[in-house]
């Protein structure tokens, strides 16, 4: 038996020209090839059937599934173990959910997979693909560890005093935003979020409107998304998906621009350099509630003497995950002194 590469057709697959040999030894090169065939059929369709799934969509983990519940927490939300985000020893990103529910309600899987327990209090369920791993906090589990669930197979309940589980989606090892279309659904939200302050930080908030800046600075914005179903937090509020800046001089000419991207993936940054000082998460504490206050550093340092005095003005844009827009635009001026001159003399020498 053998082959050539002037019989590869225009699949790419080999044409095998076979010398003579025995019935016996055809029905066995035969039967492995159908063997072959099929174990590659099967592993493209597999291979083809891996996105689909990874991108499908899914219902909610508690009932009914098919309906929208409140959402408390979102995606990249600031977390901290103290009072305000810079006294705190621990900064992170919220990496995934928190959809609010009573205590003691049944959490369910939105996809099959297999159990692994992250902790006494959480549980994760790994897809068949392998790819996609969704996990399930703040519950008491009754799924038996390294088992199989179905589709909608009773994982737990809500753990007491959480009043919310805590839902997150993993992809590829990176945690992905369920809210995302195709991702949880039904999920609607018509609302825009509210860009509550523009300022300027020295150590001391000051409101940017009208402001005369010199020297170095550095701007900031307040912006928050209220969720359009109200929770058992109602005075909670989430960070925006999006975060835009722009600051122009009076000709329109732009000076620099950025953003934000809070609503794709769990932020890669040092949330350091995201949240500016205040900002605080939303808490229920000796029976007081606190909205969150979120500042965010709109960009670095900002030297304004690298620019000629004069009118500016700074655009902020919050965007939603659904592209509902609020912008807010602020008019102020740059007035950097002029360098002193030291005088010269007729000779040349500086006047002393």
């Not at 099929?38 to 592993?43: D, E, G, K, N, Y």
């Not at 009076?250 to 890669?268: E, F, Q, R, V, Y």
């Amino acid at each position: 038996m053998g082959s050539s590469p002037e019989n590869v057709d225009n699949y790419g697959w080999y044409e095998c020209v076979c010398q003579p040999a025995s019935a016996r030894r055809k029905k066995r090169f035969a039967a492995k090839a159908k063997r072959i065939l099929a174990a590659l059929l099967v592993a493209a369709t597999a291979a083809l059937a891996l996105p689909a799934l990874a991108n499908a969509s899914y219902g909610w983990p508690i009932k009914p599934f098919g309906h929208e519940h409140p959402v408390r927490g979102q995606l990249n939300d600031p977390r901290m173990n103290g009072s305000d985000f810079y006294s705190s020893s621990s900064h992170t990103f919220h990496f995934g959910l928190d959809i609010a529910a009573s205590d003691g309600t049944a959490v369910y899987a939105v996809a099959p997979g297999w159990v692994h327990y992250l902790s006494s209090s959480a549980i994760a369920v790994r897809m068949p693909n392998g790819a996609t791993t969704f996990a399930y906090w703040h519950i008491r589990p009754v799924a038996k560890r390294g088992k199989k669930v179905k589709l909608h197979a009773l994982l737990g309940y809500i753990a007491p005093g959480y009043g919310h589980v805590h839902f997150a989606e993993k992809q590829g090892g990176h945690y992905i935003n369920p809210l995302r279309r195709g991702g949880l659904t039904p999920y609607v939200d018509t609302t825009p979020p509210t860009v509550s302050s523009v300022s300027y930080y020295d150590g001391t908030y000051h409101d940017l409107t009208s402001a005369t800046l010199s020297g170095t600075v550095r701007l900031t914005a307040g912006a928050f998304d209220t969720p359009q179903l109200a929770s058992n937090w109602p005075w909670a509020v989430v960070t925006p998906a999006w975060i835009g800046w722009q600051l122009s001089d009076a000709a329109g000419k732009t000076i620099l621009s950025g953003h934000w991207d809070l609503g794709s993936t769990l932020c890669p940054l040092d949330p350091l350099t995201v949240f500016a000082p205040g900002t605080l998460k939303n808490s229920f504490i000796n029976d007081t509630s606190e909205a969150g206050s979120y500042d965010y550093w709109l960009g670095p340092q900002w030297d304004t003497t690298r620019v000629p005095s004069g009118a500016y003005s700074l655009v902020v844009t919050a965007s939603d995950i659904r592209a509902n827009q609020a912008t807010k635009t602020v008019a102020f001026t740059v007035a950097n002194e002029p360098a002193p001159v030291t005088p010269v003399s007729p000779t040349g020498s500086a006047v002393r």
